[in-house]
DNA sequence: ATTTAGCACTCAGGAATAACGAGTGCTAAG
DNA sequence: CTTAGCACTCGTTATTCCTGAGTGCTAAAT
């Protein structure tokens, strides 16, 4: 991508209009309707320059007599040069802005409406993972007798995230017992994580109930941090359907086989982002997954408080509408991030 | 299905073959065929009784000099009185109790696996829903200040269902405070239902804080029970890609246009269940929803301890393999009740 | 009365062919 | 260097024809 051939004016406006032009109709964009589109120029005259992009790798033609489409290089120069990075229109905003606003007090639910309406707003397939945690940490506890013998552990963890666990005691105890010890692992333990919390067990032999309980917990959010990186939700399939790329089912099939996946899209996402952008546009081949040869991604990330939170994409096809599909991510990146930060806090 | 027109022998073991035939193979199966399968009658005696066969209603022919297909009928007549509900083969149960047996500990966790794994057994598209909770009444509370305006209210269902609801508190109050409340209102309210707290509310007006607690806690529970089974998951949309039936992408979108709508998926498994069998078979056109004419469903519930828990589910092609299907369906079933009965207790 | 062989008939699907037209590359004039 | 003109290419679509699996019907056999 560094390596990009330069081209003139003329053929720059050349690629854009082809690109433009192809991915609003899908079809192969000859040389006749960019004389019109363009104004500027001879049918003839286009039609050298169309070559000339060929040859330098810009431009695919499907056949002999048909006309070009813009190949992984050619999207990638209209990506890094030629595209306007309009700021996300009013209308679109307006339309978007009321669905994030009710966002659900949970993170999972900020994850899949956040999905839901992105997926929706750019009519492909959306993207949205959790908030990378350094180990989730615990905010309160809390211990309900069940029975003499079980209680259920109650936690509430960093993000709101509430989460119950049931405990099998060694020996009867009753809501008073438990409710003590319940506060006195709250003075302890509040804003520890798995491994504070693994490290602080044992420490007093005469409490067995305690350091029961306290192992438990450990436990369990070591369980859960595993979990909590791996949250990915995807939404959207149903609008892959209807672009012409994919009437061969074969390669939907092929782009589900990664998506439906949960471990390779995560693993595709880390290697994709580029920190160094703020939208990373990785088109075709680029990928380095062969299923995903002709997909694109739309990634970003959103923030929570300070710290980097969670990535937020698109997957369509490489004809995309990048310059309508980069704001609109962002957008609802940036409402995830402030959505989560909210319910983190 | 009440007023099933019954079949002599010879009629019920010829549209079993055809069942068994066209599951297999996808290709509507003619007499010649069946003469082979069955070698009991000749391919005329087996075409006369096709005929009538398709008189009732059981059997369908896509044009005339084709072989027959099972109708919606016939897959119901096949269902409700020729399938052998064979137990679950050893050798898949040693393929899927592994699988099973390494459940994560959280709630979600079990149905996404749960998921995973039945989708890939039976090679369509699973279904499984989270546990619905009986009744809405409190056992146990917690109030967790986030900042001195906002507080998290945890609450224990009955049936050890944990929820978590943020409030926005009309008066600053620090944790001790809300510690004190929250102590208060577990003595008050536990084992109270909506309407039963709806009541008690406004009782102390020099508590302003205390009966605003008391409002929200109504109305969450109000909407609480309101809201049917939210916890859906699905997966194995990339094994419908395989069925010929979905080789029109048209029909597939349809399909998705349900299934990724949560509200419509949850509201089709309430009204399509039947808790009177072991497993519920929901046939084509009997799903009353006009984009699953060509899909059925295989349905079941999995219990936790002694209640009914959520649903589990097959959603594929009416050609299904629907005595493979079954068994399996019940099998991962019960593994998710245990699952869950171990996490939530 | 039921079953079966025989046979003419139907009709979807595939192969072969033809017509079409969008788009090209090249050439020669502006 | 640009552009009009023109012969040519080749995928797409429509048309026709053929094939064969499968049928319904009739008449003979059981």
Redesign the pocket.
């Known amino acids: 991508m560094e390596s990009a051939i330069p081209l003139d004016t ?1 053929k720059e406006r050349i690629l854009k209009a082809v690109v433009s032009d192809y991915t609003a109709t899908g ?7 960019l004389a019109v589109h363009l104004a500027s ?5 286009i ?2 320059e ?2 000339t992009l ?1 040859d330098v790798g810009y431009l695919l ?8 489409v813009p190949s992984d290089l050619g999207y990638r120069y209209y990506v890094d040069f030629l595209m306007d990075d309009v700021a996300l229109p009013g209308a679109a905003r307006r339309q978007l802005a009321p669905l994030l606003a009710l966002m659900p007090q949970d993170l999972e639910g900020v994850l899949e409406t956040a999905a839901q309406v992105l997926a929706a707003a750019v009519d492909a397939l959306s993207i949205v993972t959790g908030p990378r945690t350094g180990g989730a940490a615990i905010k309160h506890l809390d211990l309900v007798s069940l029975d003499p013998a079980h209680a259920l552990l109650v936690m509430v963890l960093e993000g709101n995230v509430v989460r119950q666990h049931t405990l099998v005691l060694s020996r009867e105890s009753d809501q008073d017992e438990l409710s003590r010890l319940a506060g006195r692992l709250n003075a302890e333990l509040r804003g520890l994580d798995a491994t504070q919390v693994a490290r602080f067990a044992g420490d007093d032999p005469r409490e067995p109930l305690l350091a029961e309980i306290v192992a438990a917990i450990a436990a369990f959010l070591r369980t859960f941090s595993a979990r909590q990186d791996t949250l990915i939700v995807h939404d959207g399939v149903r609008n892959l359907l209807h672009q012409p790329e994919f009437e061969d089912v074969q390669r939907l099939e092929q782009v589900l086989e990664v998506v439906e996946e949960d471990r390779l899209l995560g693993e595709l996402l880390a290697a994709a982002f580029d920190p160094a952008r703020p939208v990373t546009v990785v088109i075709g081949t680029e990928t380095r997954i062969s299923q995903l040869r002709s997909c694109s991604l739309v990634l970003t990330t959103y923030r929570v408080g300070e710290s980097r939170g969670g990535t937020v994409g698109v997957l369509g096809p490489t004809r995309m509408r990048y310059e309508q599909v980069a704001p609109r991510v962002r957008f609802v990146a940036d409402r995830v991030g402030s959505a989560i930060s909210r319910v983190m806090s």
Do not use: D, E, I
Request: no cysteine; charged share 10%.
């Open positions: 003329r079809v192969p964009v000859g040389s006749h309707a120029w001879s049918a003839a005259t039609r050298n169309l070559a060929v033609q499907p056949h002999t007599s048909a006309g070009r």
